[in-house]
């Protein structure tokens, strides 16, 4: 993979006339890093943003610095962005040392299809997205993939030590956390119901019930009347 290159400019604008340099289609930048002195930078912000979209956070960039002849190797430390416009507002870049490893959060991607997420009622999760690395910084892969097809049972679970890296590469998660899982709906696993019998209607008042004679109402009996006694 060949290192990507951007050119920029040393800044001598900061505070808040920044704002008129981003106006302007320029994005103001940092560089820092071990043994470096620390160094504020501009960047046209149309080539800043292809340059993001292929680094991401984990490949080398040769940043060319004005009139340096020399560049200098850095990796994207991080990016502020205008949460309502999008907009990018300012990028930190580091300074790496490329004999001394680092440590780097790298994404994890799923690969593959799991059988036991097609099953109705499952769903695959994602409990871990991003691994913690460390290694030289020539040696940092871009993503870690795990492949998920091996999660046939809804039982079966992939953990951060089923995860294979390069040997020169180090993970530093613990081992048990879980990396992806299969949920499974509560309603999924309880026994189907037995569907209930019809229930005997219940005659409304003044109706009988069907195949019942209607019992003969029952007049009350005449009071037997005493002879007088003369």
């Keep these: 993979m060949t290192t990507l290159e951007l050119k920029v400019s040393k800044r001598t604008i900061e505070g808040k006339k920044v704002k008129e340099l981003r106006r302007n289609g320029v994005t103001p930048a ?6 470096v002195e620390s160094v504020t930078i501009q960047v046209d912000t149309a080539t800043l943003k292809r340059t993001l979209a292929e680094a991401g956070r984990t490949r ?7 009139d340096e002849k020399a560049p200098r190797t850095v990796m994207v430390r991080e990016v502020q962005v205008d949460t309502i416009k999008g907009d990018i507002l300012h990028v930190d870049f580091y300074q790496v040392q490329l004999t001394e490893n680092i440590r780097v959060d790298v994404p994890i991607i799923f690969m593959g299809e799991s059988v036991a997420a097609k099953t109705k ?3 695959l ?4 997205n991003q691994l913690s690395v460390q ?15 091996v999660l046939v049972t809804a039982d079966q679970m992939i953990r951060v030590k089923d ?11 613990d081992p048990n956390v879980v990396v992806a899982r299969i949920a499974v709906r509560i309603e999924e696993l309880a026994p189907e119901k037995p569907k209930a019998e019809a229930e005997e209607a219940v005659p409304a008042e003044g109706e009988e019930a069907e195949g019942k004679e209607p019992e003969a109402k029952k007049e009350p009996a005449e009071k037997a009347v005493k002879p ?3």
């Design 30 to 35: 940092h560089l820092f890093g071990p043994k």
């Design 60 to 66: 080398l960039v040769n940043l060319l610095i004005g």
């Design 121 to 123: 009622g499952n769903t």
């Design 125 to 128: 999760v994602q409990e871990l």
């Design 135 to 149: 290694a030289l910084p020539a040696s940092i892969p871009s993503s870690v993939s795990v492949d998920v097809s």
């Design 163 to 173: 995860i294979q890296v390069p040997k020169e590469v180090t993970i530093l998660n």
């Design 228 to 230: 007088e006694r003369k």
